[in-house]
């Protein structure tokens, strides 16, 4: 695992930014440069929560969304996150980001990445009937940030256990 959390650190580091420092806005507009074949294949569309990125962000969906104490997002369906990304491939980031590190943000905006991409190619409007669809797209979210990171999260095992079955082509390799 330290290999992942090395080439996340390294390619961070490779690039100017400190993965220890805390995020901010400029290290969000680095990583729209730096993590290219994310961003030319999304949305390109990623910002920090507040009033006014929030009403811009509800534009592309029918979700409300709501900052938490912690400064991470809320839908009032379930749990909170770090962030949200609506079906045009919009990205919203918690505030909360802002006084966590740039390594923590990075793998934030890769998993957030992968939702984009999913929603922009049109994977998601191909398979949306698939009883698990929500699962995969999860899965294969938090896969993503691992492959760079080293570190599956609970919520990444959880979904990969109740997705059930799916064949290797839906899963991000």
Known sequence: ???????????????????????????????KTIFKEYWDNSAKWAEFAD????????????IKLSITNNGTLST?????????????????????????TNYKLASVFIHEMRHSIDYVSGFYKTFW????????????????????????EAEGYNNKVKMGYVPSFLLVK
Do not use: C, H
Request: proline content about 3%; aromatic content about 10%.
């Open 129 to 152: 009937r698939l009883p698990n669809i929500n699962r995969i797209k999860e899965y294969r979210a938090y896969f993503e940030s691992y492959k760079w990171t080293g570190i599956m």
């Open 51 to 62: 009033s006014n990125t929030i009403a811009e962000w509800e534009k592309g969906d029918g």
């Open 1 to 31: 695992m330290t290999e992942y959390k090395e080439k996340l650190t390294k390619f961070l580091k490779d690039n100017g930014v400190n993965p220890n420092d805390m995020a901010n806005q400029t290290t969000l507009d680095i990583y």
């Open 76 to 100: 009032g369906e379930g749990g909170a996150a770090w962030g949200i990304t609506n079906a045009k491939g919009q990205v919203i980031l918690g505030p909360g980001l802002l006084i966590r």
